[in-house]
């Protein structure tokens, strides 16, 4: 039977197996939502990578660009990291270069996997209708911060379990740990990450309407896959 798994860092990604798996890549506040309303705004591809001169030298071919550090946003970059600067009219068509703190990074990192996605609570039903009829087993790669777990995006994992529990067999712990933290979250979710480190950290930034934004479910049909180095919507 297939399996899905939960890996609760890219630090830890060298313990599992990705060649014969598809990995969702999950940053919830907020790189994959992000490129999540990108496309449902109409960008034509993204192109993730792991650091700001790689960004630097896209924009100079004539790319858009987005980049974000410690959840900021260096200067000289047309968007930052809140999924409402990507609800304009210039992100259609476009190809945009991003980079972020932790989301492109596990991008980067998943490359030798069977398919690599972009997971968000924004576009869960879309993401687990998918892969509910893909023969490949699922490892769920979140980001985390700087190498350590965060709680926004183990809850999106045990979302995305719960959603496929019935067609995956749950073999690891860290599965089901996310779906049990989960369920014990979701009647509540913003409350739940109320006091978690990254929320407070975009607290501080002032920024309490992309953390209600980001926890939203099934809010867009859309299917980011990387193709060769950019994401585009199936």
Known sequence: MKTI??????????????????????????????????????????????????????????????????????????????????????????????????????ITKSKSAVKVMVGSFLNLGALSTYLKDQQYDVLILCAGWKGKPNLEDTLFAGALVERLKEEFMIEEDSALMALRQYQNAKDDLLSFVASSSHVRRLQRLGIQKDIAYCLQHDLYDVLPVLRGNALVNM
Do not use: W
């Open 5 to 106: 798994d939960v890996c609760l860092t890219p630090e830890l990604l060298h313990l599992h197996n990705i060649e014969n798996s598809i990995v969702v890549v999950v940053d919830i506040f907020r790189a994959t939502s992000c490129m999540t309303t990108a496309f449902a705004n109409g960008v034509g591809s993204i192109i993730p990578v792991a650091t700001i001169d790689e960004c630097v030298a896209y924009q100079q071919q004539g790319y858009l660009a987005a980049a974000e550090r410690d959840g900021k946003t260096p200067e000289g970059f047309d968007f930052d990291n809140s999924p409402f600067s990507y609800m304009v009219d210039k992100v259609k068509d476009a190809t945009i270069c991003v980079t972020t703190t932790n989301g492109t990074l596990a």
